[in-house]
């Protein structure tokens, strides 16, 4: 069974940055993957993911703050968040398919993705 375990979250200032890092235990790194967030209160949303080829899908609230990026050698997902807002303040999760696709169309689908990792929290003061 894959694990998938997530690092860099942490507390930052509104307009500050964070670097999360979600890595495999697996060689099935070549599958989709995404991250995911659940700010409190609220229901799990699709952040950024991408495909097996490397195209990106990102929420319309993340656009152009936000980049996903995968090193398949090092089987590393990283999400870089630029000028984080207090809307950004959630529990983080990275997410893993069941098998690789192509396409970016279903990549927010959260019943797609068979493994999740237990979750980072990104807190974003105004």
């Known amino acids: 069974q894959v694990e998938l375990v997530e690092s860099g979250g942490g507390s930052v200032q509104a307009g500050g940055s964070l670097t999360l890092s979600c890595t495999a235990s697996?060689?099935?790194?070549?599958?989709?993957m995404g991250w995911f967030r659940q700010p409190p209160g609220k229901e799990r949303e699709g952040v950024a993911a991408?495909?097996?080829?490397?195209?990106?899908r990102y929420a319309d609230s993340v656009k152009g703050r936000f980049t996903i990026s995968k090193d398949n050698a090092k089987k590393t997902l990283q999400l870089q968040m630029n000028s984080l807002k207090s809307d950004d303040t959630a529990m983080y999760y990275c997410?893993?398919?069941?098998?690789?696709?192509?396409?970016?169309?279903?990549?927010?689908?959260?019943?797609?993705?068979?493994?999740w990792g237990q979750g980072t929290q990104v807190t974003v003061s105004s």
């Open positions: 697996e060689d099935t790194f070549t599958y989709c």
């Open positions: 991408i495909d097996t080829r490397g195209g990106t």
């Open positions: 997410a893993q398919w069941r098998n690789r696709c192509y396409g970016t169309g279903n990549l927010f689908r959260s019943d797609m993705y068979e493994v």
